[in-house]
């Protein structure tokens, strides 16, 4: 009996003990009409309301039921980059993509979708007490947002006609005063993703529709600073894939793009990371300096703080209904090498346990990893969560999965890291 006793208090303090993540908190976005599984039934039924919600460190056990949410519209459809953070971290734009069905709809098919054009703006100077501020409307299906790190500017990538590419100038409030138009020369089409050169003096934006990459260079006013216009800087670059997101490598040098190959489809076929050198000096090409292979259904891409680690999350089969063999709930983190002159190489490939990861963030070391997963196939009511890993980097990186998790409600879909001030 002695034993016995000893073994369940032992098996208690494993699944609370204390998680390892050097940050001051993280943030999440939930969508709560879509489901686990809606990707195979092309349709969404409402459940509940959207919100955000966050989570302080160091964390206690009874602080894993005591987090703030809110109320915010988001979506996990067209979603490519969602939460853009103020660099004091007090305020926090929250995209959406998608609308929220109607009071009297109970479900939609992924056509009939309500369009989103707004971003909401939440307070999140007390992450356990979240405030939702206002909202100003954007484009037509926004996809993502971007928010320059002097804060004067927040880009919006978007379907709108004439407006896939909008930058809102801010005022010391951070609200919205002026809007700056696309370069003259960008041909209309879908913007799904809008990044800030490290710099600020460029912006790239990807066009998954047309496979396209471009530089934007930002023209300012000498005396004041304040941007006059955008200009398209040399030609695109096509790619062989679909690419979804990017992302700058920390010095600036190189530019990570995702490529979904088929954004979550059923047909089996890996996705890449390309890795591009633009040329800044003149309007002359950009360059594919490398690529590697991940696996099926990438979702979501991070850099470690060094830069010589790129992490992946695969979704493969996970949302597929009905579970057998081939889809288990089985989805996969693959672990990528970046050397100096840009090679990339696919280390290891991870097989990690959860329905659609799409939240992937390192903490401030670069020593801990939080990864979001839509849900976890288990009996009983739905759950999804925040898994914890230790990485370390070199030659043969390490992932090795934290005993404790965060349990949230299902339908958690983007994180995003909130350092110490």
Known sequence: MKNLLFILISCCSVSAQTINFDA????????????????????????????????MFPLQYEDSYNNSEQIVSNSVMDNFKSIALKSDNRLCYVLETKGPLKKDEKAAFFAGLPDGGYVSVIDISNLRNLKPDYRFPVALNPKAIALSKNNDYLAVASEGYNQELQIFELNEFGKPIRVISKPSHMANGAVSDVIWHPKEDYLVYIKQDTKEIGLVKIIKDGPTQKIIRLEQSGSTIKLDGLPKTGLFTNNGKY?????????????????????????????????????AFVEENPTAITINPEGNSVLVTNAKKSFEYPI????????????????????????????????????????????????????????????AGIDFYKFSSGPNPKVE?????????????????IEDF
Request: cysteine-free; aromatic content about 10%.
């Open 324 to 383: 057998n063999e081939r889809t288990t709930s089985k989805s996969s983190l693959s672990v990528l090498d970046l050397s100096p002159d840009g090679t990339l190489t696919n280390k290891n490939n991870l097989l990690l346990n959860g329905i659609l990861p799409s939240g992937l963030s390192f903490d401030k070391t670069g020593k801990n990893i939080a990864i979001s997963f839509f849900q976890y196939l288990d009996f009983g009511k739905p759950s």
């Open 401 to 417: 999965k934290q005993a404790s998790r965060i349990n949230t409600s299902k339908g958690i879909h983007f994180l995003k890291v």
């Open 24 to 55: 001051k908190g993280l943030i999440y976005l939930q969508d709560s009409d879509f489901g686990s599984f809606s990707y195979t039934t092309k349709k969404i039924d409402k459940a509940g309301l959207d919100k955000m919600g966050a989570f």
């Open 255 to 291: 530019f990570l793009v995702l490529d979904t190959h088929n954004p979550i489809s059923s047909e089996a076929a890996n996705g890449q990371v390309f890795v591009i050198k633009f040329n800044l000096e003149d309007q002359g090409s950009h360059s594919l300096i490398s690529k």
